[in-house]
């Protein structure tokens, strides 16, 4: 990124959206550039380059608020566009809580330097790229006969923003990210294909996880769902592996903001301080994991980020709580989302716990559902494996788990040792108890 | 309510949300791009091009003999605006502008884009486009012929020709109707977005054809409550089309449904687990097709071998009354296209004809890859993505049952009313899609309500359970997004009244 072109160009817009009136701004100009490799059994299938920039703006003038986005950074565009931009502003209703955020609370960014940029990055070339891309999918040659395609992918990024707010916030970030993925499908009973994948993503290249390994856990997860059934209507404990409780425990993201608490849209509402979990359950928001994959020093009110208590010990200590429904609610910003999700790990590693299972369903795939952020209500399909004695026995698929987090929650019963650090929510191994599985 | 007729309505405009000039305002071309009055003008006025510019950057992409190279050129004007908490507090805009260069070298895709249209920018473009082949130059096609359309989404106003101050007015209104609808609702927001997309597609066949896309949406929310007990519904619409849409009478509906469709949640129950007759309601229920069958019918995944219906062509899946379309010729469905993103025409497709299985949904490489004319129905999300075949408005025609013959036929199961999303995995075949509210059905009649459940089947299987289709076909109404691939592309879907007699219903006990 042109870093004096870039910042130049939003100290102008910023002055500009002051001479035309506004009280207040805030803004962000940021640039990326992506490059994808894929294969398909030997081949490239695509090739997909990019870079791209825009602008976005919050528009503070006569006690309203608007923000808008562009890609067209022209200067005789941008002069037309932050021109409607707040003459379309003085239309709108006068809102008392819009307004910047307090600049006490831009102060204290962690002074760790997170190592989100990778310096290599620049360095690889197109044929690297192509023999990475290649070389996940030819692990698999050979290995199942049953194979009918194995498509892999690498793909990286760049990206570098600035973040200006009228009242003295200034921020920049540079960050890379590599990811790499394999899914493979194989031909299965009758007209069905099984598929599996694998994905792994990083912020500096020499921590993503080896091509073989990706591999072949692509392959194994397939071949699982080789021969998989639904099985009778039954209640019995949840057994979520590592890398897919986050699918759980994601949808709580929206029950604990500041917006839907406000809109009361929340079963988690009026509830802070309370205990909503068993005594296992520990989360803590922690931006400041060195090259963490939601690490960030601000969020986009400017916030200095922060780490956090979410749950401790089942008790509800924290909402997130962005500038504007921080206002309306009188509480003082703490962010306006998550960064990284650390879960207290256990003692047991994720097979440890399996083995001690007699019965009980081991999820290792969702597919679709949803929760309602207002009940806690929830209904998801799953795929899996059921466990008896420790052992997995019978490949599972069609079915759904329905419950509310209410009862969840308070259902935690062990927590393993092994989190998923591949991911901004590091989620171990977890035992719920008594989940309702739907089937035949 | 807004007291002025649509008429009115669109006429009292204050400052619009325009973010660009339009020089005039433009349909779908039809024209020769050689005849006197050049259709494209427009849009080469637009985005600063012409002729000599797409030939040279075209050469660039061939550079290294691709077989084939498209340009597609696109800007975007978007614009919402959100009442909350009583207020039209909240307002966004946004631009899109760019072109994306696409070179194919068998079933190779080599793909770049670029925001800055110049020719020095495309140029640049193109040739990390063109690395995908590995032989000689071709050359750019001398001239472009016009593709001739059929427009299915006539406008008459342009929604830079809408007034904030309308809309602010229009939000409040439907906000204050629904706090008159029931004493239990105690938050409402009503959100208005339209967005107005021009399209260029140009390919080194020599094609040429360009769209003008409309879109409107608009939804209300609202949150009540009862006994300490909290819940959240919300009712909305999404056409193809200008503000006169919004008529009195469907201004005054959409606070209604909102409201009954959240109060009525107080009543609802979840179901009882396990296998049961489904009885899906006429409309949005189309969701069912969408997962079950539509993407599995996407040639990708076909010419792939990976789909559950790669081997399945010509043969029986479903019983004779079942006949499944995707079409993108309805008038003003959301889904609806005029062209796709690669420039063939919209067209109506047969999936399932008489409950045989008939077309995949085509893009440019997979037509060519089976050897069959493709179907329209190659799409993206804009011009940083390269098109992939894609549903467009996918429905099952009407049956020789009626409602009341399939709700007398199920001894014990439910009705799926309101859908909120699904998913499917297209190898194994098996989805699901959430149910939002429906009813439930005992010894053939209608007893109760339920709320949030899951469903989840086999493509293949419950298609062949589809025992039972009614004559009261629906289109849903709303604004519905299909994602693929990382791409988001709006469609839409319908179905008449129809029974899947077993599937399993995610309830509990």
Known sequence: MEKNVHLDLGYWVQKKIKQLGASQSALGIRQSRSVSVDYRDGKVETLKESTQQSLWIEVFAKGRYSSHSTNDLRKESLEKFLTNAVDLTGFLTKDEFRRLADPDLYEGQSKVDLDLYDSGQSDITVEERQDRAKALGAYLEGKDDRIISVASSFSDNHSESY?????????????????????????????????????YRARHLNDLVGAEQTAKEALARTQ?????????????????????????????????????????????????????????????????????????????????????????????????????????????????????????????????????????????????????????????????????????????????????????????????NDPWIHSSFRTPTMVFDKVSFSGS | MVQMSRRDFVKVTGTGLALATLPGFIRSGFAGVGAGDNPYNFYFQRFGIDEDMIRKVMAEALHYGGDYCDLFFQNELSNSIRLQDNIVNSA?????????????????????????????????????????????????????????????????????????????????????DVFKQDARVVKANVNFSDSENYILVVNSEGGIASDYQPMLRISVGCTAEEDGK??????????????????????????????????????????PAGEMPVVLAAGSSGILLHEAIGHGMEADFNRQGISVFSDMINKKVAEDFVTIVDNGTNPHVRGSINVDDEGHPSEETQLVENGVLRSYIHDRISAKHYGVDPT??????????????????????????????????????????????????????????????????????????????????????????????????????????????????????????????????????
Request: overall charge neutral.
């Open chain 1, 163 to 199: 973040q200006l707010a009228s009242n003295g916030f200034e921020g920049h970030k540079e960050s890379t990210s590599f990811a790499q993925s394999v899914e493979t499908s194989i031909q299965g009973k009758g007209d069905k294909k099984p598929q599996g994948w694998r994905y």
């Open chain 1, 224 to 416: 699982d769902r080789l021969g998989a059934e639904k099985i009778a209507s039954e209640t019995m404990p949840l057994l979520l592996e590592n890398s897919n409780a986050a699918g759980l425990l994601w949808r709580l993201a929206r029950p604990l903001s500041a917006s839907s608490i406000q809109q009361k849209n929340s079963f988690l509402a009026d509830r802070k301080g309370e205990k909503v979990g068993s005594d296992l359950l520990t989360i803590t928001d922690d931006p400041s994991i060195v090259r963490g994959l939601g690490s960030r020093y601000y969020d986009g009110d400017g916030l200095a980020a922060k780490s956090m208590p979410i749950f401790t010990k089942g008790v509800l200590n924290n909402y997130y709580t962005d500038v504007y429904y921080g206002n309306k609610l009188g509480w003082t910003p703490n962010a306006g989302g998550s960064s990284n999700l650390i879960v207290k790990p256990g003692l047991r590693s994720g097979a440890e716990i399996e083995a001690s299972l007699d019965r009980a369903i081991l999820v290792t795939n969702w597919l679709g559902g949803n929760a309602n952020p207002t009940t806690g209500d929830f209904s998801l399909g799953v795929a899996g494996w059921l466990i008896e004695n420790g052992k997995r026995v019978k490949s599972i698929t069609e079915m759904n788990i329905s419950g509310n987090y209410n009862d969840l929650l308070m259902n935690l019963i062990e927590v393993g």
């Open chain 2, 92 to 176: 966004s805009t946004n631009v899109t502008l760019g072109v994306g260069i696409r070179v194919l070298n068998g079933n190779q895709t080599g793909y770049s884009f670029t925001e800055d249209i110049s020719l020095a920018s495309m140029k640049a473009a193109a040739r990390t486009a063109a690395g995908i082949a590995s032989g000689s130059a071709k050359a750019a096609p001398q001239t472009f012929n016009a593709t001739k359309l059929m427009n299915y989404y006539e406008t008459e106003i342009s929604y830079e020709d809408v007034g904030v101050k309308d809309k602010v007015d229009m939000l409040q209104a439907i906000n204050d």
């Open chain 2, 230 to 271: 909290r819940e959240n519904n919300y009712f909305d619409y999404s056409v193809r089309d200008d503000i006169n849409f919004l008529t009195e009478e469907k201004l005054k509906r959409l606070p209604r449904e909102a409201v009954a469709r959240t109060v009525k949640l107080f009543e609802a129950q979840t179901p």
């Open chain 2, 376 to 509: 329209g129905s190659g799409r993206r999300e804009s011009f940083k993505h390269y098109p992939l075949p894609r549903m467009r408005n996918t429905y099952m025609k009407n049956g020789p049952h009626t409602f009341d013959e399939i709700i007398a036929n199920v001894k014990y199961g439910i009705v799926a009313e309101q859908f909120t999303n699904g998913q499917v995995n297209i190898g194994p075949g098996d989805f699901t899609f959430y149910v939002k509210s429906g009813s439930l059905i005992e010894d053939g009649k209608i007893t109760g309500l339920i709320k949030d459940v899951n469903i989840i089947g086999n493509g293949p299987e419950v298609l062949s359970r589809v025992t039972m289709v009614a004559n009261d076909m629906k289109m849903a109404e709303g604004g519905w997004t299909c994602g693929k691939n990382g791409q988001s592309v709006p469609v839409s879907m319908g179905l008449p009244s129809v029974l899947v007699s077993s599937i399993t219903v995610g309830g509990r006990g």
